[in-house]
């Protein structure tokens, strides 16, 4: 479908399930509270399902770093700076995260909800032989045991120093 022709499609079938009615107090830029209520079927539906397809597709720390981006983005947006230098650079950032991420999600609609209930992407980096953790997986599980413990060295280390302070009598203040 062309984009018009799916918003209009998903503000007709998510609109009849109530998905998209949104009422919140908005902090405006001059400081002023507002209560603002939007019904945007199509917008959160896409949304929650190219946020889906998202983490599907790109790394971890990728995703992550993509969701502070975003909403600065939109802060930029918000307050007019389109023609800031920073929402150019926000931008090519954000294109050049959606190289890959492309795809066929299935969500459910009800009540109000919208959910993810399938999704597949030529472009998943999910491997099911690496992510079951039972005993037929390629994974090699006795990777874990250091990683955990390499992993958790730094709070262990503050965990030790925590102790040896506490049993430590300290001299009374004056």
Sequence with gaps: MDIVQLVTELNRLAGVHGVGRIDHVENRVVGIKSREVYECPAAVVLLTAHRDLEQLCLPREVTAFKRLVEQRFAEVVYQG?????????????CEYTQHHVTGVVRVRLHKGC??????????????????????????????AQGFVKLWGLPTEVYAACQRKVATMSLPRRA
């Design 114 to 143: 919208c959910r993810v209930v399938g999704r597949k992407s030529p472009y998943s980096v999910y491997d099911h032989s690496v992510a079951t953790y039972d005993r037929a997986d390629s994974y090699d599980h006795t990777a």
């Design 81 to 93: 700076l389109w023609y800031s230098p920073l929402r150019g650079a926000l931008q090519v950032f």
